[in-house]
T-cell receptor
Framework: DAGITQSPRHKVTETGTPVTLRCHQT?????MYWYRQDPGHGLRLIHY???????DKGEVSDGYSVSRSKTEDFLLTLESATSSQTSVYFC?????????????FGPGTRLTVL | AQKVTQAQTEISVVEKEDVTLDCVYE???????LFWYKQPPSGELVFLIR??????QNEISGRYSWNFQKSTSSFNFTITASQVVDSAVYFC????????????FGTGTRLKVLA
């Protein structure tokens, strides 16, 4: 199994509060991704990173920001959480430079925004 | 545009039955990759298979097999002699080589295997 951890695994917060989710990998993979999973939508890409300090937006990036200061860590921040951001968040990693490389997923973080 | 359709929302079978999960995709690329992932009740996403568009050979891994047909844009997944441990949500995903670093996932098929 790929060495990917996410913290916290569960979080309940209130509307308007900032939230940061952390993804940590031990595989030294260059590429990291944040997805959200919602019923009826499968998984959708929020942001991704192709190296330290190199990030780009995915298809549902509004309301989210990311940072990557070290190869092993990729942070997802909700600056002001809203109820629509209640979801399960998955981090993924891949080794290769091409978009078609296999992505391996972390265990997920369940976020509830009240 | 990319699209992945998993029309079967939920399937229930009795243990030892064979079951096929359908995946139909749309892409304009000639080179692309297809994936299947399993999400058991514990919630993690487990990689099952990766297939490129130039390899139409069927793949078999134990009780799992995959049928890739470019003519019908399908990449179906069959579980032979299903077991209760196969109960999970299964996702099909597509990635194009001309795109950025993203997959397009289907909405998943929930498989329930009853003892």
């Amino acid at each position: 199994d790929a060495g990917i951890t996410q913290s916290p695994r569960h979080k309940v917060t209130e509307t308007g509060t900032p939230v940061t989710l952390r993804c940590h990998q031990t595989e030294n993979h260059r590429y990291m991704y944040w997805y959200r999973q919602d019923p009826g939508h499968g998984l959708r890409l929020i942001h991704y990173s192709y190296g330290v300090k190199d990030t780009d937006k995915g298809e549902v990036s509004d309301g989210y920001s990311v940072s990557r200061s070290k190869t092993e860590d990729f942070l997802l921040t909700l600056e002001s959480a809203t109820s629509s951001q209640t979801s399960v968040y998955f981090c993924a990693i891949s080794e290769s430079a091409i978009s078609t490389d296999t992505q391996y997923f972390g265990p997920g973080t369940r976020l509830t925004v009240l | 545009a990319q699209k992945v359709t998993q029309a079967q929302t939920e399937i229930s079978v009795v243990e030892k039955e064979d079951v096929t999960l359908d995946c139909v995709y749309e892409t304009r690329d000639t080179t692309y990759y297809l994936f299947w992932y399993k999400q058991p009740p514990s919630g993690e996403l487990v990689f099952l298979i990766r297939r490129n568009s130039f390899d139409e050979q069927n793949e078999i891994s134990g009780r799992y097999s995959w049928n890739f047909q470019k003519s019908t844009s399908s990449f179906n997944f069959t579980i032979t002699a299903s077991q209760v441990v196969d109960s999970a949500v299964y996702f099909c995903a597509l990635s194009e080589t001309s795109g950025t670093y993203k997959y397009i996932f289907g909405t998943g098929t929930r498989l329930k295997v009853l003892a």
